[in-house]
């Protein structure tokens, strides 16, 4: 069965560099989620969006944007990159009448 | 206070045996909890998801919900070390048309041969 995609699988930038990160949900699934998980941490909710529409918003910087496409696919923009920004990014997809949400593998991003 | 609390562990157990793990929650409006199973380096990968209190059972594992209680459970019988990995608790809420899911901190669980 098809899963939720995630490029790239790892992300290397310098800081105050941009990245954008790219999720492709389960087909049909209108839902998308994205966490960012530190290590050893649990992941933190950021921001979901719901038929292309922002559907709610978590701890997302600032500095963070993201957006859902007509085809259902996510990206997530991320500017002036800090150290701290290094992290796993998870996107999830759920069909919103249900509510099992199944995640991609991440993106692991590296600020150096 | 964390909305959902989850021991980190970690655990170590032999193989074959029952593991318990556990999540307290404080939102008595949470309608949905799950248990992720998540592998380093991985995505969490969805293992149970349960709405009513009560047991819920999928081969070797048991999701179990006390809402009086808010407290969850998952049980792994015949433990193999296959199945050592983060264990994540989550819950739901809904928001706008759609859910909110809220993780605990995941538990680290050892299985050893």
């Known amino acids: 069965a098809a899963g939720v995609i995630q490029s790239p699988r790892h992300l290397i930038k310098e800081k105050r560099e941009t990245a954008t990160l790219k999720c492709y949900p389960i087909?049909?699934?209108?839902?998308v989620y994205w966490y960012q998980q530190g290590p050893g941490q649990d992941p933190q909710f950021l921001i979901s969006?719901?038929?292309?529409?922002?559907?709610d918003k978590g701890s997302i910087p600032d500095r963070f944007s993201a957006q859902q496409f007509s085809d259902y696919h996510s990206e997530l923009n991320m500017s002036s990159l800090e150290l701290g920004d290094s992290a796993l990014y998870f996107c999830?997809?759920?069909?919103?009448?249900?509510?099992?949400?199944?995640f991609g593998q991440g993106t692991r991003l590296t600020v150096v | 206070q964390k909305e959902v609390e989850q021991d980190p562990g970690p655990l170590s157990v032999p193989e074959g045996a029952i593991v318990s793990l556990n999540c307290t929650y404080s939102?008595?409006?949470?309608?949905?909890f799950m248990w992720y199973r998540q592998y380093s380096r991985k995505g969490p990968e969805l293992l149970m998801y349960?709405?009513?209190?009560g047991n819920k059972e999928d081969g070797r594992f048991t999701a179990q919900v006390d809402k009086s209680s808010k407290y969850i459970s998952l049980f792994i019988r015949d433990s193999q070390p296959s199945d050592s990995a983060t264990y994540l608790c989550a819950m739901s809420l809904p928001t706008s048309g759609t859910y909110k899911y809220i993780f605990g901190t995941g538990t680290r669980l050892k299985v050893l041969a």
């Open positions: 969006f719901y038929e292309k529409m922002q559907s």
């Open positions: 939102n008595s409006a949470f309608q949905y």
């Open positions: 087909p049909r699934h209108d839902t």
């Open positions: 999830a997809s759920s069909l919103a009448r249900h509510t099992e949400a199944f």
């Open positions: 349960t709405y009513s209190s």
